[in-house]
């Protein structure tokens, strides 16, 4: 406790550090005070007699904080940056132009983010009609004059406040704590936290008999998922790397050996959002099935509790995995890297047979990754099934939600525990630095 109370002093004692954490947390401030305010024309007591949000639409709400459900100016939140930075890292995997920006350094780096904010506000454009339509227009009472006015206004405003959203997070990012995209996505995902334990907590007390145990339990079992999540982010297989000696003048340089950390989980959180993409397809195409067997077998894809559902939404995450392993690590690039800068495995010659080294490590320890991750993905769902824990709560006990405050928070005490370290402070663990993202790179949003 005493270690706590003093690493807490150092971390305010920096003026630097100190800045950042306050900068940070006044812009999240503005976040969550801008998600409760309602567009203009809406009535929010009708809105809210509809109900909760549903399928794709429940998952877009718990990134935005609940912003989407209330019909906040921040409704459609960061989604639109986050699908089209995805669609630009794609795109710099495929097209020789946008290969050649990543190689220009910082002022590649600056068009690509150009690229992405352009490509956000056409998709929030186009998702904003989507939005009116399904959440507001469709639902009687809602709006009171949905006018062509009303329409070009309410599309402006969300277009508008999801660049001013991407603009708070990239002022977090460059003068704040962390990535400020990221910590935008946590705070939505932690807002509901709150209300979704005390609703557990309260159902439980309700049930007679052992209500007490089990919520201990569930809190129990919740602690061993975190783990096991942090062990995810963080597991890595080093493979050994020599640098040939150089002499220059009385001086000797290389000959030290390094390691490459190579993930077991090189994907990320992206192939469950990859998957879960896919899987609300039978919710799309519910309402145009017009036999009776198709319906059943929609509703079967559609029951996110179902056995099958699971089942193959996890094996479309090994699938993913693999695919999107295979896109952000290129063995081939590694050994030409390692070749130019006189590296080279020990026992393995440069060139092509540590391309295929390396591709048989990647191969061998993905496996494993793919398995825990459709493992970490299905756990909502198995929490729900088997402990009777509450849609809302099951949430937090895997899945995209639980991968992502992980790993923010993993990167987040990985800059200040860097911070204290510049400055001759002890670390926030004595027994080993902490593995944020940045220093893994972590394929996340």
């Given at each position: 406790m005493r270690n706590l109370i003093q690493t807490i002093k150092n971390i305010f004692s920096i003026e630097d550090l100190r800045?950042?954490?306050?900068?940070?947390?006044?812009?999240?401030?503005?976040y969550r005070l801008g998600s409760y305010v309602i567009l203009p024309g809406v009535n929010i007591?009708?809105?809210?007699?509809?109900?909760?949000?549903?399928g794709l639409a429940s998952l877009i709400n718990m990134f935005a904080g609940g912003a989407f459900s209330r019909a906040?100016?921040?409704?459609l939140g960061?989604?639109?940056?986050?699908?089209?930075?995805?669609v630009v890292q794609l795109l710099s995997m495929a097209f020789p132009y946008f290969q050649r920006m990543q190689k220009e350094g910082e002022s590649g780096r600056r068009k690509i983010n150009q690229y992405t904010r352009f490509l956000t506000i056409i998709i929030t454009a186009l998702q904003a009609p989507g939005f009116i339509t399904t959440q507001l227009t469709s639902y009687g009472g809602v709006v009171a004059d949905p006018s062509t006015l009303w329409w070009f206004t309410t599309v402006t405003i969300l277009v508008a406040g999801t660049i001013f959203v991407m603009w708070l997070g990239e002022r977090i990012t460059d003068r704040g704590l962390g990535n400020g995209i990221s910590i935008l996505i946590m705070i939505g995902i932690v807002a509901d936290l709150p209300f979704a334990f005390f609703s557990e907590f309260a159902s439980r007390m309700e049930a007679k008999g052992g209500g007490l145990i089990m919520m201990l339990l569930e809190l129990v079992f919740l602690l061993f998922v975190i783990i096991s999540s942090i062990l995810l982010v963080q597991g890595t297989r080093k493979i050994p790397v020599q640098f040939a000696k150089k002499i220059v003048g009385n001086r000797q340089y290389g000959g030290v050996r390094?390691?490459?950390?190579?993930?077991?989980n090189a994907a990320g959180v992206m192939p469950i959002i990859f998957a879960q993409a896919i899987m609300f397809i039978p919710l799309t195409l519910a309402g145009f099935a017009s036999s009776d067997k198709l319906s059943g077998i929609i509703g079967t894809l559609s029951n996110h509790n179902g056995f099958t559902y699971n089942l193959i939404f996890a094996l479309l995450i090994i699938i993913f995995t693999y695919f999107y392993t295979a896109i952000m690590v290129n063995p081939t690039q590694m050994a030409d890297d390692?070749?130019?800068?006189?590296?080279?495995?020990?026992?393995?010659k440069p060139g092509k047979q540590t391309a295929s080294f390396i591709d048989d490590v990647m191969s061998k320890i993905t496996l494993p990754g793919s398995l825990f991750l459709s493992l970490v993905a299905v756990m909502p769902a198995i929490s729900m099934s088997f402990f009777g824990v509450n849609d809302q709560f099951s949430r937090f006990f895997g899945g995209t939600s639980l991968?992502?405050?992980v790993g923010v928070m993993l990167d987040t005490l990985q800059q200040i525990e860097s911070h204290l370290l510049m400055r001759h402070y002890d670390g926030l663990m004595k027994t080993g630095r902490i593995k944020g993202r940045s220093s893994m790179s972590m394929a996340t949003a």
């Open positions: 800045f950042r954490i306050f900068y940070t947390l006044g812009f999240v401030l503005i007591q009708a809105l809210q007699s509809k109900g909760e949000a549903e906040s100016v921040f409704a960061i989604m639109p940056y986050i699908s089209a930075s995805i390094q390691y490459i950390p190579l993930k077991v390692m070749k130019r800068n006189g590296g080279f495995i020990p026992g393995i991968l992502i405050l």
